[in-house]
């Protein structure tokens, strides 16, 4: 028997308390493999800012099972995808013990390249029962710009090298020469061999736990658990949905630029409720983009039910929550765009403005439950170059920026990326592995969109760098078009980015976006991130709350004045 078999309606119900058991040893078994391969990664992306994610799949359909809390949540349907990609190349017939597949091309269940996943497959007594994969933010995986993220690719192919579902282990023997040609296109790449290692540590760890549950559980009652949960996961879904009013849903907004044209890039959005399903249309967005700003159907896909997951958290994590909803993504539009179209944007820029629009159609529906725009740019830092006497770095990082208002208090200051469950990296960490010195580490005054509760602030940050040269790429949006109000709520004030170079202060021709901009000691950067949104009428705001700002110092977004 497998888990393919656990139809609920034809076996046994499972007791309550049994299934909320098993339902958090998988669930502990994920944040367990998340915790294990944070604390054993070289990357401080991975280590310190969190950007991994561990599941649980099916043997069969490769549907997901369970995931940790903390993993990303933009990798919820992903790495399903990525599952089932790998069963499509390698179906569970052909897997052995020991073997475990590398993927990361955003064609094949992916997001970016940078977004490395590893599949091991699990057996017990000769059986395979599951398969756990885990994916982890590599810095570098070879391609034009150091640490991956570029605003000026224009195919895929400048954004480092692709691995479709392959074997890196085959049977316990790993592929030595496919190892080292991974390594020899990649920066730094001893680090990289130490992310593998914390990956394949994670996998390990799993499959032992795995081990260890099904010696305490009955098979056959396992199964049935699994697919109990599924339809119990479908069931909440549902219930939400018929609680919305039925009706369409239609919603804008504009990304900067791709980074190559200057001109704005829609996305447009008609939600559709009807009963107790939900349909998504993204047949009015822009054509696939020249720049790296298209978004893999996976990431569209997780986007969607990110979105849907902010209003719904209590909705348990597994294939059944995904069951209703439909995507209408046309091929060839930038939600749904075909290779070579590159995509090294897609995770905290378009997927995230992506949730903030599906937020945006359920606000039409259910104000009371949704808040207003969040600052919805991820902010991101590549760096590379060398240190004398100490060698190559390269290296990611990102910022955080302010959330939107409730309809029942403020929003939250220097909040994570909306698709992430991941951390600011800390300044310490950073300025131990790259030569730079952070001088200024502050709420972003002026930046929250004013309200009857007022919007979060966000950030605003100055590092210089202290040795050597490096060149640095930025990646975000937000620059033109800031996030939006609620309920006559003001909108957060945009991004304002600024470089200082050879003792010249400029932006950027797309604002929120530069790629390897060389540096030199003494040569760094101003960013300064988004607020979010207000909610409600300004002038209905509590005196004691405006007040207590004041006192703060926090006053809401206004006219500023150019560093």
Known sequence: ????????????????????????????????????LAASAVSPVIADAWDRAS????????????????GLPIFIVVMQHTVQEVLKSHPSATMKP???????????????????????????????????AN???WPDVGGMTPGGFTPASTDVY????????????????????????????????EDRRGDMAAQLNALDLGCRRLGELFDRYDEALVFMAVGALKVRSEQLMREHIVAIPDGAYHVQDWMDSDGIDPDPVLIDLVMTVAGDAITFDLSGSASACRGPFNAPFSSTMSALMIGVKHVFPDVPINAGCFEPFTVVAPVGSMFNPLPPAPVSGTTTETSQRLVGL????????????????????GTNIGMGGTVPGQGQYATIFFFGGGYGAYCDQDGLTNGSAVIS??????????????PILFTRYAIREGSAGDGTFRGGFGVEIDFHLRAGESYLTLVGDRGRFGPQGAAGGEGGAPADHWFHVGGRAF???????????????????????????????????????????????????GPEVQP
């Open 1 to 36: 028997m497998t888990i393919a078999d656990a139809n609920p309606a034809a076996l046994p119900t499972v007791d309550p308390i049994t299934l909320s058991v098993l339902r958090g040893a998988f669930e502990q078994i994920a944040e367990e493999m998340d915790t294990v």
């Open 55 to 70: 599941g649980i799949f099916h043997p069969e359909t490769g549907e997901v099972i369970a995931q940790g809390s903390t």
């Open 98 to 132: 020991g073997d475990v597949f590398i993927v990361n091309d955003p064609y094949r269940g992916g997001t970016h390249t940078m977004d490395v996943k590893f599949v091991q497959p699990f057996f017990r007594e000769g059986r395979l029962l599951a398969i756990v």
């Open 135 to 137: 994916t982890g933010h």
């Open 158 to 189: 400048q954004e480092g090298l692709r691995f479709p579902p392959v074997r890196l282990y085959d049977g316990g023997r790993l592929n030595e020469a496919l190892l080292d040609v991974m390594l020899a296109n990649m920066r730094v790449a």
């Open 358 to 377: 599906t937020m945006a159609a359920l606000a039409q529906a259910v104000p009371d439950l949704v808040p207003a725009g969040a600052f919805g740019t």
């Open 421 to 434: 469950a991941s951390r600011n990296s800390s300044v310490e960490v950073l300025e131990r592995t790259v």
């Open 507 to 557: 932006q950027a021709e797309h604002l929120t976006k530069i790629d390897r901009l060389r540096l030199g000691p003494g040569d760094g950067v101003r960013l300064r991130t988004p607020g979010g949104g207000g909610y409600g009428d300004p002038a209905h705001r509590n005196p004691g709350l405006r007040a207590a700002d004041t006192v703060d110092g926090l006053t809401p977004a």
